[in-house]
């Protein structure tokens, strides 16, 4: 005698036999004032944005009285234009040399060296670091002026090692405002750099040390790979936040002398306002959004195939 066995039923699927939608929609209540600002703040004037710079608004003139849909014109002028290049190449070089290169390889640097100095060493670097980064942007600016200007400390440091001096902000602008973005954002990549390192486990180093591993194989093999993370998150952070430094260059060169220092921010500013031409200005906003996410992009590409 064969004995049927009454099928067991299936277990019902997470998420579809459980609260209603009700229930849910009650939970994602407290994140709606939340949603409804940045719709308002964000997305509101990211939106308007885009339909200006399809458009020839400006603040004088027809494009005030009478704007009208001038589609990709303004993106034609953009890209024909030799100060629109000028102004994207020293774009690119002011990031790689403040961010990619400068405030990431300092903060690591200074990062390794609080970690392996002194109660002194420590207390002293991250005071001089993180107060330089404290400052307002606007006073920063001034001192590396003061720093930087024919008169200045450089300067009289150079004639003191019998070295010539020279004005800096007029000769080598663009070097100069990275040096100073430099001196102003490094303390960001030093934290950050701080908390990776706090949490290699020192058995692993203390492993590759008995193994004959120096302090540089230690580092290039062992340090670096474990913070990998943290080096591609920073510099995906610190270089977003060097593409749109404008208070800093205008304060200390406006831009000049003529273009030499004009990074993207400074034109857009330039053609929306002192020329008063918002649609072609708010184009080039967009460029520059556009810039940000190949780099965004590009990052968050490491970030994946690292967690892969």
């Known amino acids: 005698m064969t004995t049927t066995v009454a099928p067991t039923p299936a277990a019902p699927k997470p998420g579809r036999s459980g609260k209603p939608r009700a229930a849910n929609l009650i939970k994602m209540l407290p994140l709606s004032p939340a949603i409804g600002l940045m719709l308002v703040f964000l997305a509101g004037p990211i939106l308007y944005c885009i339909y200006a710079a399809f458009t020839n608004m400006a603040l004088t003139g027809t494009g005030a009285a009478n704007v009208t849909f001038v589609g990709?014109?303004?993106?034609?002028?953009?890209?024909?234009?030799?100060?629109?290049?000028?102004?994207?190449?020293?774009?690119?070089?002011?990031?790689?040399?403040?961010?990619?290169?400068?405030?990431?390889?300092?903060?690591?640097?200074?990062?390794?060296?609080?970690?392996?100095?002194?109660?002194?060493?420590?207390?002293?670097?991250?005071?001089?670091?993180?107060?330089?980064?404290?400052?307002?942007?606007?006073?920063?600016?001034?001192?590396?002026?003061?720093?930087?200007?024919?008169?200045?400390?450089?300067?009289?440091?150079?004639?003191?090692?019998?070295?010539?001096?020279?004005?800096?902000?007029?000769?080598?602008?663009?070097?100069?405002?990275?040096?100073?973005?430099i001196w102003r954002g490094t303390a960001f990549s030093m934290l950050v750099y701080s908390a990776a390192l706090s949490e290699i486990p020192k058995e692993i180093e203390e492993s590759a040390e008995m193994d004959g591993a120096g302090g540089w194989r230690r580092l290039i093999f062992v340090t670096l790979p474990m913070i990998s993370r943290a080096i591609l998150t920073n510099?995906?952070?610190?270089?977003?936040?060097?593409?749109?430094?404008?208070?800093?260059?205008?304060?200390?060169?406006?831009?000049?002398?003529?273009?030499?220092?004009?990074?993207l921010p400074l034109y857009m500013y330039e053609q929306a306002f002192s020329f008063s031409q918002i649609g072609y200005g708010t184009a080039i906003a967009l460029v520059m959004l556009a810039i940000g996410a190949v780099f965004s992009l590009i990052y968050l590409r490491g970030l994946n195939s690292e967690a892969a």
């Open 72 to 181: 990709l014109d303004n993106f034609r002028k953009a890209f024909g234009s030799g100060a629109f290049s000028n102004a994207i190449w020293l774009t690119l070089v002011f990031t790689l040399i403040s961010a990619i290169i400068g405030q990431n390889t300092l903060g690591l640097g200074l990062s390794l060296l609080m970690r392996k100095g002194n109660k002194v060493v420590r207390n002293f670097v991250g005071t001089a670091v993180i107060g330089a980064w404290v400052l307002p942007e606007v006073v920063a600016a001034y001192l590396l002026s003061a720093f930087f200007n024919d008169e200045g400390t450089l300067n009289v440091m150079l004639h003191a090692v019998g070295l010539p001096g020279q004005d800096w902000l007029y000769a080598a602008p663009i070097i100069a405002v990275s040096l100073a973005n």
């Open 235 to 263: 510099l995906m952070l610190i270089t977003l936040q060097t593409l749109s430094v404008f208070g800093l260059i205008y304060a200390m060169t406006r831009g000049g002398p003529g273009t030499k220092s004009q990074t």
